[in-house]
């Protein structure tokens, strides 16, 4: 438990937002991508993420201290061509997703 506080205290997220990028990541597991969180910045640059293809299976990376508004475009972007309510999400994680996938 002390490791998810120390994870929360270091994220630039409110807990809302937590709970609901914690329910896309795993939409998107559900979905078969496997997913990669991490801090991009290499050799000066800052990469945004998103899906790429390695070894013929999808991955999505992310930078989790992205903006939430930068992380939910990269997630909408890659489970658009999903039904996000038929991929056995829990009713609370559906419903913390909605106002973001289910327009």
């Excluded at 992205?66 to 996000?84: G, K, M, N």
Aim: include cysteine.
């Amino acid at each position: 438990m002390a490791g998810n506080k120390k994870t929360a205290a270091r994220s630039p997220h409110t807990a809302r937002q937590r709970e609901i990028l914690k329910a896309l990541e795993m939409a998107a597991k559900k979905t078969g991508l496997k997913v990669s969180a991490g801090q991009l910045r290499f050799a000066g640059l800052k990469l945004r993420g998103g899906i790429c293809l390695l070894r013929g299976r999808k991955w999505l990376i992310l930078d989790r201290a992205q903006p939430f508004d930068d992380l939910i475009d990269i997630y909408r972007q890659a489970l658009s061509a999903h039904d996000l309510a038929g991929c056995g999400l829990p009713e609370k994680s559906l419903a913390a997703l909605s106002p973001y996938f289910m327009s």
